[in-house]
């Protein structure tokens, strides 16, 4: 069995969903800390031909709570939701697909629950159910770990748990984690890289790359993005 692990992210790049895919089980780590400057709340858009920050607001909290104990503040009465929502709009409301996708991430975005986690996991189901993206996917804190592991400990205890014999983590995680640790355990570590060769067409002749998957959505029909799910490597993990 083929796993991969990840913290949840806000419509999160397309090799995100590219590891979702080419897994049989994808584990959302819920359980792990909000990283401020990282993906769990914010992204990145088209606007003007240029790469462009979209951000849900947070409810003021620790920094050293984790991801499931943290809450967006978009509750009733604040303009959260409709500050991301008319963001979208203006940017990709001449996308070949904006009437196809839009009425998905309106509905993504008004999801009623509050909490970081459990909005960010519907979001990453609802997206995988467009895609028609089977992958079984299991929630990190039912492992309920304990706090003295690693971070490479536990994902291996989560692995074994799983009877997985193959871990496949994102590129940026390289360094990471030691293949000879995973081995011992009768695991084979991978890597999965998007290619550098995946493209299509945005507004303007200048490809730009890396943004949310709602970018790959506005400009490309559903049998577009499932061939651009493919458009990856597996790397062998060293160390």
């Known amino acids: 069995m083929d796993i991969s692990i990840m913290q949840p992210y806000?419509?999160?790049?397309?090799?995100?969903?590219?590891?979702?895919?080419?897994?049989?089980?994808?584990?959302?780590?819920?359980?792990?800390?909000?990283?401020?400057?990282?993906?769990?709340?914010?992204?990145?858009?088209?606007?003007?031909?240029?790469?462009?920050?979209?951000?849900?607001?947070?409810?003021?909290?620790?920094?050293?709570?984790?991801?499931?104990?943290?809450?967006?503040?978009?509750?009733?009465?604040?303009k959260g939701r409709s500050t991301f929502l008319n963001k979208i709009v203006n940017s990709y409301r001449k996308a070949p697909?904006?009437?196809?996708?839009?009425?998905?991430?309106?509905?993504?975005?008004?999801?009623?629950?509050?909490?970081?986690?459990?909005?960010?996991?519907?979001?990453?189901?609802?997206?995988?159910?467009?895609?028609?993206?089977?992958?079984?996917?299991?929630?990190?804190?039912?492992?309920?770990?304990?706090?003295?592991?690693?971070?490479?400990?536990?994902?291996?205890?989560?692995?074994k748990e799983l009877k997985a014999n193959r871990y496949i983590n994102s590129i940026g995680g390289m360094d990471l984690y030691s293949a000879e640790q995973f081995k011992k355990n009768g695991i084979l570590l991978k890597f999965i890289k998007t290619r550098e060769s995946l493209h299509y067409r945005q507004y303007y002749n200048t490809f730009v790359p890396n943004l949310s998957i709602i970018d790959v959505l506005m400009f490309n029909s559903l049998t577009q993005v499932k061939a651009l799910l493919t458009e990856y490597d597996l790397i062998d993990g060293r160390g």
């Not at 994808?26 to 951000?55: C, E, Y």
């Not at 079984?136 to 592991?149: A, N, R, T």
């Open 10 to 78: 806000l419509f999160p790049y397309i090799g995100y969903y590219q590891m979702i895919n080419c897994s049989d089980c994808f584990v959302i780590a819920d359980d792990v800390q909000f990283i401020k400057q990282g993906w769990i709340h914010r992204n990145r858009i088209l606007l003007n031909g240029a790469p462009s920050m979209i951000t849900l607001p947070l409810n003021k909290d620790s920094y050293v709570l984790k991801i499931n104990e943290r809450s967006f503040a978009i509750q009733e009465g604040t």
């Open 97 to 159: 697909e904006f009437k196809t996708v839009y009425p998905l991430i309106e509905t993504i975005i008004n999801y009623d629950d509050n909490n970081v986690a459990k909005y960010l996991i519907n979001s990453i189901t609802e997206i995988c159910a467009y895609l028609d993206i089977k992958t079984e996917m299991i929630i990190e804190s039912s492992f309920k770990l304990s706090p003295e592991l690693n971070y490479q400990d536990s994902v291996i205890y989560v692995c």
